[in-house]
């Protein structure tokens, strides 16, 4: 079971990459996958998630209007869009696997309901 983030970098304030999370070795339908983020000296922080099966998705208040979480089947996928990004968006990106467990709730962003995880990817945003 892995998951392997990419899309990080260094970033120019008002811009906007692309995370990309690759899933192999478990029924991607089957599963839930999440972005998360993790500032230094600060708790890791739920983004947004995606149910694989039907691609309904959820976001922390936070996070709504800038961040579009999206998947794609075929390549076993979760892109996260970042949009107008700030200095303070600064932090290690991480991407986590969940079993499906219905329609998405608040748990669904809370980092330790997660027992899958990426290496992260590192975003740093320059003013």
């Known amino acids: 079971v892995q998951l392997v983030e990419s899309g990080g970098g260094f970033v120019q304030a008002g811009g906007s990459p692309r995370l990309s999370c690759v899933a192999s070795g478990f029924i991607f339908d089957d599963y839930a996958i999440a972005w998360f983020r993790q500032a230094p000296g600060k708790e890791r922080e739920g983004i947004s998630c995606i149910r694989s099966t039907d691609g309904e998705t959820t976001y922390a208040a936070p996070m709504k209007g800038r961040f579009t979480i999206s998947r794609d089947v075929a390549k076993n996928t979760v892109f996260l869009q970042m949009n107008s990004l700030k200095p303070e968006d600064t932090a290690v990106y991480y991407c986590?696997?969940?079993?499906?467990?219905?329609?998405?709730?608040?748990?669904?962003?809370?980092?330790?309901?997660?027992?899958?995880w990426g290496q992260g990817t590192q975003v740093t945003v320059s003013s």
């Open positions: 986590a696997a969940a079993r499906d467990a219905g329609p998405l709730t608040s748990w669904y962003l809370r980092h330790y309901e997660y027992d899958v």
